[in-house]
T-cell receptor, first 115, second 114 residues
């Protein structure tokens, strides 16, 4: 079975450019998460969706960040304009949450470098 | 702010040793406490998880100890092997009808030497 698929795996861009990260969750999963990983701050939750609806976006750093989930099989995280401090590994994860259960399955991440 | 505090930041043990990683939380509504393991270049993967109605859970060489009154939990790796060298994250979440997200600790980088 295919796991969570993220693209691109690596992105190098210049400050001020728009960056779009993409995620295909595991088929049948009803929840999707975007996390950011840095050495200083570890794994930070940016936003999560349940049944394609954004539930909590309090972790989104600022208005430059936006995320969408137009359907159950696709999500995007957009940064516009990008800044050097956005450099990090961005992970998408999905899960099937029912009651008190729901293991998160992570993609391999998108490493973003903003020059 | 960090809802789950994890220590130590890094750990080096010899093969066969028992590394212990500790986590603490404040939110008493948390009801699910997993540990994730991450190898370089990969996403984290679930290792073992516990709910607050038990004080200990073992899966193979991995054990979670949970102290509800102290709001602390820890991961023990018995007979550690070089292949266990990875970054370990503790996490916690609170269930809600609209789903729940994991709050992760900052991670512990473990190196097991031969």
């Amino acid at each position: 079975d295919a796991g969570v698929i993220q693209s691109p795996r690596h992105e190098v861009t210049e400050m001020g450019q728009e960056v779009t990260l993409r995620c295909k969750p595991i088929s049948g999963h009803n929840s999707l998460f975007w996390y950011r990983q840095t050495m200083m701050r570890g794994l930070e939750l940016l936003i999560y969706f349940n049944n394609n609806v954004p539930i909590d976006d309090s972790g989104m750093p600022e208005d430059r960040f936006s995320a969408k989930m137009p359907n159950a099989s696709f999500s995007t995280l957009k940064i516009q304009p990008s800044e050097p401090r956005d450099s990090a590994v961005y992970f998408c994860a999905s899960s099937f949450q029912r009651g008190l259960t729901g293991e998160l399955f992570f993609g391999e991440g998108s490493r973003l470098t903003v020059l | 702010q960090q809802q789950v505090k994890q220590s130590p930041q890094s750990l080096i043990v010899q093969k066969g040793g028992i590394p212990i990683i500790n986590c603490a939380y404040e939110n008493t509504a948390f009801d699910y406490f997993p540990w994730y393991q991450q190898f370089p270049g990969k996403g984290p993967a679930l290792l073992i998880a516990i709910r607050p109605d038990v004080s200990e859970k073992k899966e193979g060489r991995f054990t979670i100890s949970f102290n509800k009154s102290a709001k602390q939990f820890s991961l023990h790796i018995m007979d550690s092997q070089p292949g266990d060298s990875a970054t370990y994250f503790c996490a916690a979440s609170e269930y809600s009808n609209s789903g729940y997200a994991l709050n992760f600790g900052k991670g512990t980088s473990l190196l097991v030497t031969p």
